[in-house]
């Protein structure tokens, strides 16, 4: 007896603190309220063919979550992935594909219970590439008396890379605008390049030189 009574005796003032925050602890659980919450979540492709590009008519979902309070006040869209399996489609084409909570990952406790919308369109496009001019674009005006001679592009071309149907569209690059406000003689800029069309890529280069050479208005 004097035995159990040591037992129970030993350490008493930490068993009695562990019970304290064992008791502590299940209060907090047991009076979390389990709620719902959305979230705005990008969409995962998985498992597309090689050289192909994917198009889908809604690259986001929303969808909604149950548990916990603290846990979905704590969560953010990055914990949940939203995967399309596309294994089933061929190098290129179209298919409809459902979307339900058994694609979605989500955060250990929480269920995900729906989302929006059900179903997403997905297309497989070729990839193809060609070869663009560049076309420079310039702003402001020589200094007075001055006019534009002449510019030369190098190197005078690109190569552009995209779905086969963006690409086809894409028949020049632009390069930012080039300053020529008081320009008196010959100079040379370094002037990035850009297209409309932001499925649409550059292989090389994505910056060209510009050389600028400007003329007096009476030279004949």
Do not use: C
């Not at 030369?152 to 190569?159: E, H, Y």
């Not at 020049?172 to 080039?178: E, G, Q, V």
């Not at 292989?203 to 007096?216: Q, W």
């Amino acid at each position: 007896m004097n035995r159990l009574g040591n037992l129970i005796s030993e350490n008493l003032g930490l068993k009695v603190l562990a019970l304290a925050l064992a008791l502590a602890l299940w209060a907090a659980v047991g009076s979390d309220p389990v709620t719902e919450a959305s979230f705005r979540v990008p969409l995962e492709f998985i498992n597309a063919p090689s050289n192909v590009e994917v198009l889908a008519d809604q690259p986001t979902v929303q969808l909604w979550a149950r548990g916990p309070s603290h846990l979905l006040r704590q969560s953010t869209a990055s914990d949940f992935a939203v995967r399309v399996n596309l294994a089933p489609m061929s190098a290129s084409g179209e298919r409809t594909f459902s979307l339900d909570p058994g694609n979605v990952t989500a955060p250990t406790s929480l269920r995900v219970i729906q989302l929006m919308p059900s179903e997403v369109r997905v297309t497989l496009e070729r990839i193809v590439s060609k070869d663009i001019p560049i076309d420079p674009q310039f702003s402001g005006a020589p200094a007075p008396g001055y006019r534009l001679k002449q510019f030369l592009v190098k190197p005078p071309s690109v190569r552009i890379s995209g779905p086969d149907s963006r690409v086809s569209l894409i028949t020049s690059a632009s390069t930012d605008p080039i300053e020529l406000t008081r320009l008196t003689g010959k100079k040379t800029f370094l002037a990035n390049i850009y297209v409309s069309d932001p499925l649409v890529r550059f292989i090389r280069p994505s910056a060209v030189e510009v050389t600028v050479e400007v003329e007096e208005t009476d030279v004949k």
